[in-house]
């Protein structure tokens, strides 16, 4: 069953000063079934972060549509935006994206008190979720007096919570070292063995070598997709390398 759908988008900036128009989608076509772990790669300025930012709800296309479970997003009001993206979307950033101030316990449940849930439900869903994660020790920790890789672990953790129906990752390895990429690596496979979808962008050919399919995408296009298959992670790994560097030489893909 699709739970993403991507229909010709194009994303067009124009600059304040001299009218310049920037094309930085072009026409982008795709789809995701529910259960799948996409992940999505193509060298800075090919368009990806665009995209990420539209499927997110934090922009809006020039054209085409997205649809998340059959609902188009620009057809969402403004004012429900949030709350919107609160029930259907997890997000995992970069930088962790969590607050000094509060513990990982409270940085975890935050999505859930903005939707006003009982006390009992949230702790109900916490302690499997941290468990699975292996942060089960440290929910009265704040950010600053744990790891890296503990850090990101709470930010699955939290876009995890609200049973979203699908998770954005944007380039969630990349300030991690590469035992505590490792180890987030084993959770996202995890989570999707789970039966949950992910999309994640990332410029780590090891990264992507965990997902079950991968789309390149260059000059604001899809330009290419492998499919995992039968596939180990090494095999995968080779095949992403030497996708990246037909597209980098300009070589035949077919």
Do not use: C, W
Request: charged share 25%; net charge neutral; proline share 2%.
């Amino acid at each position: 069953m699709e739970i993403l759908k991507v229909t010709d988008l194009k994303k067009t900036y124009t600059s304040r000063i001299g009218g310049v128009q920037v094309h930085a989608l072009k026409g982008i076509t795709f789809a995701v079934e529910s259960g799948e772990y996409v992940a999505i790669m193509g060298e800075s300025g090919s368009g990806k972060t665009t995209l990420l930012n539209i499927l997110a709800a934090l922009d809006k296309p020039t054209s085409g549509s997205v649809e998340l479970d059959g609902k188009r997003l620009d057809m969402v009001k403004e004012n429900g935006l949030a709350a919107f993206r609160r029930k259907n979307l997890g997000f995992v950033f970069q930088e962790f994206n969590l607050l000094d101030t509060f513990t990982l316990r409270d940085n975890i449940l935050l999505p859930l008190v903005l939707s006003q849930m009982s006390v009992q439900e949230m702790e109900r869903r916490i302690e499997p979720i941290a468990s699975m994660l292996g942060i089960g020790d440290l929910l009265n920790k704040y950010p600053y007096e744990v790891s890296g890789g503990q850090k990101q672990r709470a930010a699955a953790a939290r876009a995890l919570i609200t049973k979203p129906r699908l998770i954005l990752a944007d380039e969630p390895t990349g300030a991690l070292d590469s035992q505590s990429s490792a180890e987030l690596l084993r959770v996202f496979s995890q989570m999707n063995e789970n039966g949950q979808t992910i999309l994640m962008v990332t410029h780590s050919v090891d990264a992507a070598s965990h997902a079950k399919r991968v789309l390149f995408i260059r000059d604001g296009v899809v330009f290419h997709q492998i499919y995992r298959g039968d596939a180990g992670n090494e095999e995968l790994y080779r095949k992403i390398s030497d996708t990246l560097t037909m597209l980098r030489t300009g070589g035949d893909l077919r």
